[in-house]
């Protein structure tokens, strides 16, 4: 089983270097270089703080919507050539394939990960670089993870991809949505503030807390100990349990 998933794996990383996955995010962070450059030399003070701040945003955003987008087509595109269901004609178990794939994904998104504290390194200290990016990685993980259970369950690209992306804004701003809904300006609550009040908090306990994951003033300020155990936490609760929702659903699928 180790060796098919470490082939499965291969495999999968050598499809995002032929669909110049890393061409692309290369670019990406060539394109941010001379924004960021252009932002520095507009402040007055504190330009390299800002240049990491600008460039860390950025690239959180972009590597979290490629690598996203990047899992869904290519799982959707083998399922349509039928090499999935190839694949699993063979002594290959389905967890198998699932781990082999996520492995790949996972390899990829390191590499990403890699050539942003690699940018990141030139504004800020290498430990600040370094314990950002592996928050960075622990939040593309969460990400390929729901992409992949987002795929399993609706079987088309760009549902799949908005369930994404709705999930993603969602978990980081669901904090500063929560204490909206508890604003205490209100000088009475009706039925439906007591509602969407109950809700949002419903979703606030379900979904993980993504907005203390790569935040952009640990660049700035550095990173606390506290928040990284935290990021950690939470990335050992949430990943097994949407590895196991998405095995599940891969199981179920008929083919």
Same mark, same amino acid.
């Given at each position: ?27 990406? /962070?060539v394109c941010l =270089? ?5 932002? $520095? ?42 090499? =999935? ?18 492995? $790949?994904?996972?390899?990829?998104? %390191? ?7 690699? /940018? ?13 990016? /592996?928050?960075? %990685? ?22 799949? =991809? ?7 804004? /969602? ?32 979703? $606030? ?26 990021v950690l936490l ?18 179920r699928k008929d083919?």
């Amino acid at each position: 089983m180790r060796n098919t998933v470490t082939i499965i794996a291969g495999y999968t990383f050598l499809e995002g270097l032929r669909n110049r996955v890393f061409g692309l995010s290369a670019v990406g /962070l060539v394109c941010l =270089f001379g924004l960021t450059e252009f932002v $520095g030399d507009l402040a007055i003070t504190e330009s390299s703080q800002i240049n990491a701040l600008f460039i860390g945003s950025g690239m959180r955003l972009f590597t979290v919507a490629t690598v996203a987008l990047f899992v869904i087509t290519s799982m959707t595109r083998e399922m349509n050539d039928k090499a =999935f269901e190839l694949i699993l004609s063979l002594p290959v178990a389905r967890s198998t394939y699932y781990f082999g794939k996520l492995l $790949g994904y996972y390899a990829l998104a %390191f590499i990403m990960v890699l050539l942003t504290g690699a /940018l990141l390194s030139i504004f800020v200290g290498m430990t600040e670089a370094s314990l950002w990016g /592996l928050s960075l %990685f622990c939040e593309l993980g969460i990400v390929i993870a729901v992409s992949l259970l987002s795929l399993f369950t609706f079987s088309n690209v760009t549902v799949s =991809f908005i369930v994404v992306m709705a999930f993603y804004f /969602l978990a980081r701003s669901i904090h500063a949505i929560q204490l909206i809904s508890s604003s205490p300006i209100l000088e009475f609550r009706t039925f439906s503030q007591e509602f969407m009040d109950f809700l949002v908090n419903a979703m $606030g306990y379900v979904l993980p807390d993504l907005y203390d994951f790569t935040r952009s003033d640990w660049l700035a300020y550095g990173v606390q100990g506290h928040a990284l155990y935290h990021v950690l936490l939470q990335t050992a609760i949430y990943l097994p349990l949407l590895v196991a929702a998405g095995l599940f659903d891969l199981y179920r699928k008929d083919l």
